[in-house]
């Protein structure tokens, strides 16, 4: 008689503001570690009392975690300080965090407790993107995101850079997109052959709540979803400005790893062409927008003519539809002096920490 595997069960919390794909990345290494994963996201005054204030509202945050694939469970309002009675609550088997030191306001380990007890273990932190940045990009209007070639070396970008060394010249972290890492956030599935293939496309900068919701309706609609993502001088010329804040490559891993997305197609074509709608590998039978305004090609032409006269347009009526990339922006530029001032909080906290980290390093060196 063989008794059944007790499956592991793994906790990781954070504050998942602006959530991007490093943290979808950190919440991927982490599932990966065992069979269950529950995120505790933190409350607004939480983060605000440790942190300083958060771009998104408490109830985005829990619902931008829910919709990523690898997240089992949610738990809203979680503690900046893990504790050991915590992880019992929820009977988990030990916390995962990345490599770096978070700390309260008082400068504590946010996760001493659990690291003493023996149920802690790391996961890589992925340095390509952070919500720092992606504010910093807000503020400055810079566009080095859109080429992965280049480096920024403005000054102003020191205010919102969460460098473990403050007193230098920071630089915009650009990423370097793999094969690896695309197909480390694909499932690699394929539409069956009975299967309804549905299609959206978008920028989808910032990638948000609004978007999740979107994109599980359109799923609603059939079987097996497709995104196609824009290119960034496409996305540039028809709005114009730094937008998108996003380059194609981290807009895609953010698109990859929510749960309702089956396959994306980079750089798709701003209006649904005839290659999009039927090639060799799948055909398309419903072809889904948004309730939102919609920007016509660079020719003036609406986008949906092909798929609108083939009777297979229809229109997502999305209640988060008020929640948008420009919305988000928006919220920036009203709270710049707050977000400015918390970065003046992170550097002194970030300067502690990395202390931290090499006081740790050493004495596991000893040990």
């Not at 008082?106 to 407790?113: F, L, N, R, S, V």
């Not at 909080?345 to 300067?351: F, L, P, S, V, W």
């Amino acid at each position: 008689m063989t008794t059944e595997k007790k499956p592991v069960r793994i906790w990781v919390d954070g504050c998942f503001d602006l959530f991007h794909s490093g943290h979808a990345n950190a919440l991927r290494q982490a599932r990966a570690m065992g069979d269950y994963l529950i995120v505790g996201v933190h409350s607004d005054a939480e983060i605000e009392k440790n942190k300083g204030p958060t771009v998104m509202k408490e109830h985005e945050r829990y619902a931008a975690v829910a919709g990523c694939k690898w997240v089992d469970q949610v738990v809203e309002d979680a503690p900046y300080f893990t504790t050991v009675e915590m992880l019992h609550e929820y009977n988990v088997d030990f916390c995962v965090h990345g490599d770096d030191i978070t700390t309260m306001a008082d400068g504590t380990d946010c996760y001493q407790a659990v690291k003493d007890a023996g149920l802690y273990k790391e996961c890589k932190r992925s340095a390509w993107i952070s919500t720092t940045e992606l504010v910093g990009r807000m503020l400055l209007m810079t566009r080095d995101h859109h080429n992965n070639s280049r480096r920024n070396s403005t000054d102003d970008l020191e205010r919102f850079s969460a460098s473990r060394a403050p007193a230098k010249r920071t630089t915009v972290s650009q990423f370097l997109p793999t094969s690896k890492k695309l197909v480390q956030f694909s499932d690699g599935r394929e539409p069956k052959p009975n299967d309804r293939v549905v299609y959206v496309d978008g920028t989808f900068d910032l990638f948000h709540p609004g978007h999740v919701e979107f994109l599980k309706r359109a799923k609603s609609l059939g079987d097996f979803l497709i995104v196609g993502i824009h290119d960034d001088p496409t996305v540039n010329a028809i709005k114009g400005s730094n937008l998108p804040l996003m380059n194609l490559h981290e807009r895609a891993l953010s698109v990859l790893a929510c749960r309702y997305v089956d396959e994306v197609i980079l750089g798709a074509p701003y209006s649904v062409t005839e290659q999009v709608l039927d090639n060799n590998e799948y055909k398309v039978h419903v072809v889904a927008s948004s309730n939102t305004d919609i920007h016509p090609d660079l020719d003036g032409s609406d986008p949906y003519t092909l798929p609108k006269e083939r009777g297979i347009y229809q229109v997502v009526d999305n209640p988060s539809s008020t929640l948008t990339t420009q919305a988000i922006f928006d919220r920036i530029i009203e709270n710049r002096k707050g977000y400015e001032e918390r970065q003046k909080r992170k550097g002194a906290k970030a300067t502690n920490e990395k202390q931290m980290e090499e006081d740790e390093k050493a004495k596991k060196t000893t040990q």
